[in-house]
């Protein structure tokens, strides 16, 4: 069973920043891609960024320039590193990981959410 644990989320005034951390544990053979979503409210979840098992990396158009996704492949840990944070940021946002369990089957995992608030 392979889970995923995300904090950081809280409340930022606009043109501030926050650190969103995800660790997944559990059975573990190898980790592939590891990505963060949010869902505002009244809208549908959406891919804010991701990062594959060889550090390639896509944002949305909408945070390009002020979010950068990190990983620790020895900790099975992603980060989000939100800067420059605007109302419209207001959102849960959620890990997702996918990858192969130790008896070899694969695995995709969404996190609990955490929320993150910008406003003054």
């Known amino acids: 069973q392979v889970q995923l644990v995300e904090s950081g989320g809280g409340l930022v005034q606009p043109g501030g920043s926050l650190r969103l951390s995800c660790v997944a544990s559990g059975s573990i053979f190898s980790m592939n891609a590891m990505d963060w979503y949010r869902q505002a409210p009244g809208h549908q979840r959406e891919l804010v960024a991701t990062m594959g098992s060889g550090g390639n990396t896509n944002y949305a158009d909408s945070v390009k320039g002020r979010f950068t996704i990190l990983r620790d492949n020895a900790k099975n840990t992603v980060y989000l590193q939100m800067n420059s944070l605007k109302p419209e940021d207001t959102a849960v946002y959620y890990c997702?990981?996918?990858?192969?369990?130790?008896?070899?089957?694969?695995?995709?995992?969404w996190g609990q959410g955490t929320l993150v608030t910008v406003s003054s």
């Open positions: 997702n990981a996918r990858g192969y369990s130790d008896t070899y089957r694969f695995f995709e995992v």
